[in-house]
């Protein structure tokens, strides 16, 4: 028992510096990150997480479009958002990319395109730092939207640390 607490706690403590507050107002789209599917093909726990939180964000007003991003999954994404309520029309898809870079980058390509400036961006609160410096280094007017963490592992959030140093020795943040 003991030994799940500390594990919680420096969970916690170590998500915090990565995490960043969800952005208010409106955006031109909300853009929803792709997350490892399940092995049936279905939505994984991170991406239902997010796909919900996007949908939510499209309900309350927060922007008229969606954009699902991820060479594997975006389509299942964009499936998952239509059973959640949003209307079919209202979601554009980016199929190609695999990283949070390539995400960034070909979102901001098709952002550019149809005259959109200001996007926020859904992922679980670790992941967000990252991901907002990378969209915006990719010219886009990024704001965080976290998606709930459901407790995310310490692996996870190591591997954040690092991503986050590999990025900004590469200048892509």
């Known amino acids: ?54 949908v939510e964000a499209f309900r309350d007003g927060r922007a008229p479009w969606l954009l699902m991003t ?4 975006s389509a299942a994404m964009r499936a998952r958002a239509v059973e959640l ?5 209202a979601i554009l898809c980016e199929p190609t990319a695999l990283t949070t870079r390539e995400n960034a980058l070909r979102c901001a390509a098709i952002l550019r395109a149809r005259g959109f400036e200001r996007a926020l961006i859904v992922t679980q609160p670790y ?23 459901g407790g995310d592992s310490l692996l996870q959030i190591a591997r954040e640390y690092v991503a986050l140093t590999v990025y900004a020795a590469r200048g892509w943040l």
């Open 85 to 89: 309520g949003a209307p079919p029309d």
């Open 1 to 54: 028992m003991k030994a799940r607490v500390l594990k919680r706690r420096a969970r916690r403590v170590l998500a915090a510096p990565l995490a960043l507050g969800a952005a208010g107002g409106g955006a031109d789209v909300i853009v929803v990150l792709g997350a490892a599917l399940a092995a049936d093909g279905r939505l994984g726990p991170a991406l239902e997480r997010r796909v919900r939180a996007g």
């Open 70 to 73: 991820g060479a594997l999954e």
């Open 127 to 149: 992941h967000l730092r990252r991901a907002v410096a990378a969209f915006r280094n990719a010219g886009v007017a990024a704001e965080p939207l976290p998606a709930s963490d």
